[in-house]
């Protein structure tokens, strides 16, 4: 299945569709290469968060085609580590198009998103909803990436705590 046309042109890194629902101005930057994560705060509290949580798990950061980065992987499940579920559809949308691209591979898994801070977890089986709901995602975000221009910024309560913050509101 991996070799279906639609699959090949609309691989993504999974940081994408995280960001097709966090906001859309960030994906169309991030996909242009310009980008500010390595000077926030909180994305150097996520990176600290993953490399100490679960420090028991063997299978973790697991790079797969050079596209997605699985958190930690195990025989049944693949899991994403996230700070906070204040983005919950967007860490469920980046656990899903795992899980799909997974799929169109041979390989079937269920999706868990922990959240150590809060100390919770989602756990999620890609279902044929979901599986649309991906593919109209990855079909977004070749439309928002391939514009010339980037979407204009518009305010939402992340805006503050977002390593864009600068540069769409400075």
Known sequence: ?????????????????????????????????????????????????????????????????????????????IREVKYSSKMKEADIMQVMYYLYYLKQKGVQKQGIINYPKEKRKEVLKLTPEYEEKVKQALKEIEEITTKSIPPPAQKQKICKSCAYFEFCWG
């Open 1 to 77: 299945m991996e070799n279906s046309q639609e699959f090949q042109d609309l691989k993504f890194q999974a940081i994408k569709i995280n960001y097709l629902y966090v906001c859309k101005r960030k994906l169309w930057l991030f996909s242009k290469n310009i980008t500010f994560e390595n000077k926030s705060d909180k994305v150097l509290l996520g990176r600290l968060l993953h490399e100490y949580s679960y420090p028991k798990e063997k299978s973790k950061e697991i790079l797969i085609d050079n596209i997605i980065t699985i958190d930690i992987m195990s025989d049944g499940s």
